[in-house]
Every structure is written in structure tokens, then in C-alpha cells.
């Protein structure tokens, strides 16, 4: 295990529906990320977190809402979405921001189905 | 732009043999390269990291060149398991500062029996 978990592991939800995706880590980081992973296609960057701060929203629809209540803790709440935001949507954290040898750690993720 | 290139898509080898995954980059500035190993259903977990100074590294059975001056790197799998079957993705790191990450699409690997 990486030290990062993810709930639930599996969601089903309607386009009318309200959810929230969890992502708790255990390695006392500093800098937590919220990315999609579509079939076939790169890691796509949706949220960067420090120390509770937003540092980076890459343009992502407002039906996806991002929390970040303390260090350890990530959120990301959705709703009214679409089914083209089915995927897996993956969790990390790292030491802190700056580039170098810093790793990040992933979650399991989440895969979400939109019907 | 910035782009990570991988290939192939997909590879099938048999249990025991060596493969060898590319990956071709153009980003700047480049900071580090990565590769990292997805199963199924799970999230990356990290292989190999490579500053730009560094042209190999190895982990285990696995072996990850860098060419800085051609922006191209590989992994390489020594007598593969079935427990490599996976999708292999490399991964660049651009910039100073703030830790961006540039990904590929990925190489699935099938070790069959």
C-alpha cells in the first residue's frame, strides 16, 4: 500500500445525483492532487492542494468541486455530472510542491460511472 | 507543447523473456523523468526516478535508460513474471517550483504463461 487510501472504490451515480469522493493520506505530505484517468488517454490534472491552499484548478467544470479541510484529508464532491466524466479518478500526495526527487504517492482510486 | 510520447501501445511477451518500452519526450524545462507501473484497477506506483544528469537506473528487474540529448528514454524488463502484466507509463516532470506532471497514454504489457 502507498499510504494513501481512496472511498469508495467503485460509485454508480446519476446525472441528477450528489456525491463525494474521499482521499485521506497517511505519509504527513503536504501537497495533495486530484487527477482523471479516461480509456486510453494521459493522467489529466484536475486540482493541486497545499497545505489546504488551492494552487491549480486546470480548468475544470464547476460539477466538480474540490475540499481540502486539513493536510491529511481531500474531497471531491460532484454533481449534476455527465456521463463523459465516467472514469477513474485517482488521488495523490507528495512532500511538498517543488520539482525534484519528490514522489507522489497514488491512491487505488475511484472508478466512476456516470449513467 | 508539452508531450510524452510512449510506444508500443501494447505488448504481449512470454513469461521469462526481456522486453524493452520507449518513451519519447519534448517538454521544457525538464526537471526528472519517471516511470511508473499501473495493475489494473489500482493506482501508479512509482519505478525509476532520473534527474537530468542520470542515464540509468534500476530497480530489481527493472532498468530505465535516459538520454537527455535525444529526450528518450526506456524501461526495460528482465525475465519478465506474470505479476509485470501491467500498464507502464512514463512520466516528465517539468519546471522549477511547482512539481508538473507530464504523462504519457501509457504501455500495456501481457506476460502470458
Known amino acids: 500500500e502507498t499510504g494513501v487510501t481512496q472511498t469508495p472504490r467503485h460509485l454508480v451515480m446519476g446525472m441528477t445525483n450528489k456525491k463525494s469522493l474521499k482521499c485521506e493520506q497517511h505519509l504527513g505530505h503536504n501537497a495533495m492532487y486530484w487527477y482523471k484517468q479516461s480509456a486510453k488517454k494521459p493522467l489529466e490534472l484536475m486540482f493541486v492542494y497545499s497545505l489546504e491552499e488551492r494552487v491549480e484548478n486546470n480548468s475544470v467544470p464547476s460539477r466538480f468541486s474540490p475540499e481540502c479541510p486539513n493536510s491529511s484529508h481531500l474531497f471531491l464532491h460532484l454533481h449534476t455530472l455527465q456521463p463523459e466524466d465516467s472514469a477513474l479518478y485517482l488521488c495523490?500526495?507528495?512532500?511538498?510542491?517543488?520539482?525534484?526527487?519528490?514522489?507522489?504517492?497514488f491512491g487505488p482510486g475511484t472508478r466512476l460511472t456516470v449513467t | 507543447k508539452n508531450q510524452v510520447e510512449q510506444s508500443p501501445q501494447s505488448l504481449i511477451i512470454l513469461e521469462g523473456k526481456n522486453c524493452t518500452l520507449q518513451c519519447n519526450y519534448t517538454v521544457s524545462p525538464f526537471s526528472n523523468l519517471r516511470w511508473y507501473k499501473q495493475d489494473t484497477g489500482r493506482g501508479p506506483v512509482s519505478l525509476t526516478i532520473m534527474t537530468f544528469s542520470e542515464n540509468t537506473k534500476s530497480n530489481g528487474r527493472y532498468t530505465a535508460t535516459l538520454d537527455a540529448d535525444t529526450k528518450q528514454s526506456s524501461l526495460h524488463i528482465t525475465a519478465s513474471q506474470l505479476s509485470d502484466s501491467a500498464s507502464y507509463i512514463c512520466v516528465v516532470s517539468v519546471g522549477t517550483g511547482f512539481q508538473k506532471l507530464v504523462f504519457g497514454t501509457g504501455t500495456r504489457l501481457l506476460v502470458s504463461p
Open positions: 495523490a500526495s507528495s512532500q511538498d510542491l517543488k520539482t525534484g526527487s519528490y514522489e507522489q504517492y
